[in-house]
């Protein structure tokens, strides 16, 4: 039986909500222990992850450890539905302020950052590299963007539970080039 993207994200988005209470901030400090040593995390690095919103697997705490070892951080902003997002710095110490999407951003304040790591949120993904996200096409459209211009590498952050066999791929989806979870890093 073919199951929509729509279908399959409402029964992910179900799943994902008890994840997140019974794994929690240790699945976020586990994502630590399994991506580093896979992240060549020379200076200046920029890594661009994401304010984690309802139950979402929590990045930042690979975020704190990748700055640490030299990276600068970054946060998504929404300019406008349908167009890629745009990214400015941010720093652990910063104020955010909700976007148009409601989404907590970096004020305008902040420097727009054009990364090189992308850690990228999602609803579901496979073992091809495929990912199921909210459904605006916010990170399809970003990562094809900057992959016509230049190599980035997308990280698609996730409960491990949040694996499917397979996944729908429609044209002008993007794949990610690995996916880390509370049990390990799965490189595409």
Request: charged share 25%; net charge positive; hydrophobic share 45%.
């Amino acid at each position: 039986m073919i199951v929509s993207k729509d279908e399959l994200r409402k029964r992910l988005r179900s799943q994902r909500k008890y994840l997140q209470p019974v794994l929690g901030g240790r699945a976020g400090l586990k994502l630590v222990d399994h991506a580093v040593s896979h992240i060549d995390c020379k200076q200046g690095l920029i890594v661009a992850g994401y304010w984690p919103i309802g139950s979402e697997m929590d990045p930042r705490p690979l975020m704190l450890a990748l700055h640490d070892k030299g990276a600068c951080l970054a946060l998504p902003v929404v300019k406008a539905v349908g167009e890629p997002l745009a990214f400015r710095a941010f720093d652990f110490d910063d104020a955010l302020a909700p976007g148009i999407m409601g989404t907590p951003e970096p004020t305008t304040s902040k420097p727009l950052l054009d990364p090189d790591l992308l850690l990228v949120p999602l609803l579901g993904f496979d073992r091809m590299g495929l990912r199921l996200g909210q459904g605006g096409g916010f990170y399809d459209r970003t990562l094809e963007a900057i992959r016509a211009k230049r190599k980035i590498t997308a990280i698609g952050i996730a409960f491990a539970a949040q694996e499917v066999a397979s996944l729908p791929f429609l044209a002008h989806d993007q794949k990610l080039d690995a996916i880390v979870t509370e049990q390990g890093y799965i490189q595409i």
